[in-house]
């Protein structure tokens, strides 16, 4: 398989005016990704299935990601005068990252048996989060980005069947989100315990009023 | 007189813009989610033109539990246990599949004995996976019982093996992270090749039984045909990939344990029609005795697990990784990314059997319906993998 420079390079050059990133992965597993921009994403999914060379006609594994805003503290080293003297001294910088959904694809080659290629889509706004499907390239990516609309409220723009998949179709929330909380009385137990029935009180409505009629017994005390 | 003619003639004919539901309209019909030949939980809804299906949809999620989401609040080894649960028919597979993806993500190196039982335990699961299969697809078809009952008998066997090495019959949680749980000793791979060796003779008879009866053929042959560019395209994987033509074995692809070592062959079938997708799983079990003997023969003792893995506060360094292993259903996926911490930022299982239903329709269009349960039998899903 060629280098992920090289399949970059080619397929800014076949789909005219896509970005592509190179997401490197610092890991030991050695699974770099490209960042491909949303616009032209099918046209640059369409030439990585397509080119003879590459021929990613196998999409393995869509899934989605939550990336919630996060500080990422990075050390550089910066020259000062220390004592009349230039030194090299670390610098810690706080980036702010803001936020986003990601759909993440696995591309494997069954014609040339190499992969993986993971390409990947960021959608930054999280209210009205829309990425381009690409089950018109791959229809295995169809029940998949189902399942991603599903669980992280993605929308995918094109797809043929865009409905819930795993929970019902009256569920309102998207359960796979990093900050989805979970109702109080999601679970209703008959004997609930002392926290959860405390919390559960706020959606039940209070007991009538009673008028004494309870305190009378069936034999004289 | 001649009035009364008329009437009766007009009584004798009636309108002809009078329709009846059953007259050319579809009839929508829900099977399942209890339907005995559903396998568990699953539903489709089917428009039926008479007898042939024109429509079919399927219905998930009567099974799921958010899997994923507990595997991203457990520790990267409390979630092993719940691997077993997914394909609770392989748990051994489903089990090897985490690991290798965690062994990925963090740079870990297995040792030899121990990528010899993963592979010996794989192979078994495949011989009781794919047994049991063509029993459950002849019990769908109406032979109600015995087959089953035969394929049962042989999968009692390999689930003895595992109780007797892992404590447990299906739920195993016997792989760690660079290794096993617990070492097997001689006296037990002396009965793994005790059932092995006898393994053929049960083929032989399963296979004359089955794969030649005249009513299976008609049941099976030119139903539910799948053209490799479909499937290829729709991402099926394993046996059902294999039946439509397409040479793509993920032991052969991707080398992963020790596969590169043995001899074997890859089946694969001609016209992707149902019977060629039940022939592909009796070739296959053939292929994984071979295998076997193979793996039983040169496995040697040694230690079993690296001993450099840390059990406790296990945390693999920041990155990502997918690990993916022929699995008896298919790819079996693991997608994991760490942030570093004990627990796992995304888990995300790549379950073979939920993508394989993804043409369901296709292959089912233009048939009658009782095909249908044959060409899902085919397909061979298991509701806790597919609904997670």
Partial sequence: METLEQIKNRAELAAGGAKIDIVVNPGPSQQSSLLIDNDHAAAVAQFLRDHPALSFDFCSNVTGVDWLARTVKKTTKVKQLVDGAEKEVDQATEEKVPGYLEAVYHLYSMKLKHGPLIIRMRAPNRNDARLPSLTPVWRSAELQEREIFDLYGIHFDGHPDLRRILMWDEFKDHPMRKDYVQPDDFEWEPTPHDQVLHRAKAHYTPRPQLDGAEKITAQPQ | ?388
Wanted: negative net charge; charged residues 25%; hydrophobic residues 40%.
């Fill in chain 2, 1 to 388: 007189m001649t009035a009364t003619l008329e009437t009766v003639e007009a009584m004798e004919r009636p309108p002809t813009t009078m329709t009846s539901r059953l007259d050319g309209e579809l009839l929508e019909v829900s099977m399942g989610p209890q339907h005995p030949s559903t396998h568990g939980v699953f539903r489709m809804n089917v428009a039926l033109e008479g007898e042939i299906v024109r429509k079919l949809k399927p219905v998930f999620g009567y099974l799921h539990r958010n899997h994923e989401q507990i595997g991203e609040h457990t520790t990267y080894l409390g979630s092993m246990p719940y691997t077993d649960r997914l394909d609770y028919f392989c748990s051994m597979t489903n089990n090897w599949a985490y690991a290798l993806s965690v062994e990925k993500l963090a740079g870990i190196e297995v040792p030899e004995r121990a990528e010899y039982l993963r592979i010996i335990l794989a192979e078994l699961t495949r011989l009781q996976n794919h047994a049991s299969l063509l029993g459950f697809l002849l019990s769908d078809m109406g032979a109600w019982g015995t087959p089953l009952m035969y394929a049962f008998r042989e999968r009692e066997k390999i689930l003895d093996l595992f109780e007797s090495l892992s404590g447990s019959r299906m739920m195993c949680d016997y792989m760690r992270f660079g290794g096993c749980r617990v070492d097997a000793e001689d006296e037990w791979l002396g009965r793994a090749k005790q059932i092995v060796d006898r393994f053929p003779k049960f083929l032989d008879e399963f296979e004359e039984l089955i794969l030649q009866n005249e009513i299976v053929i008609a049941r099976t042959q030119n139903v539910g045909k799948l053209s490799p560019e479909l499937a290829i395209s729709a991402g099926i994987t394993g046996p059902m990939l294999r039946a439509s033509g397409v040479n793509y074995d993920i032991r052969k692809v991707d080398c992963y344990g020790f596969y590169p070592r043995f001899k074997f062959r890859v089946p694969l079938g001609d016209h992707g029609d149902t019977y060629d997708r039940l022939m592909m799983r009796a070739l296959e079990m053939r292929e994984s005795v071979e295998i076997l003997k193979q793996a039983l023969a040169q496995i040697q003792p040694g230690p079993i697990v690296n001993p450099k893995v840390k059990v406790r506060s296990f945390r693999p360094p920041v990155g990502e990784a997918y690990g993916r292993i022929e699995a008896p259903k298919g790819e079996l996926g693991f997608y994991l990314i760490s942030d570093g911490g004990p627990n796992p930022y995304r888990y995300r299982v790549r379950p073979p059997s939920f993508i394989n239903l993804t043409i369901l329709e296709d292959m089912c269009l233009g048939h009658v319906v009782a095909d249908v349960m044959v060409i899902l039998g085919s397909v061979d899903i298991v509701m806790g993998e597919v609904d997670r």
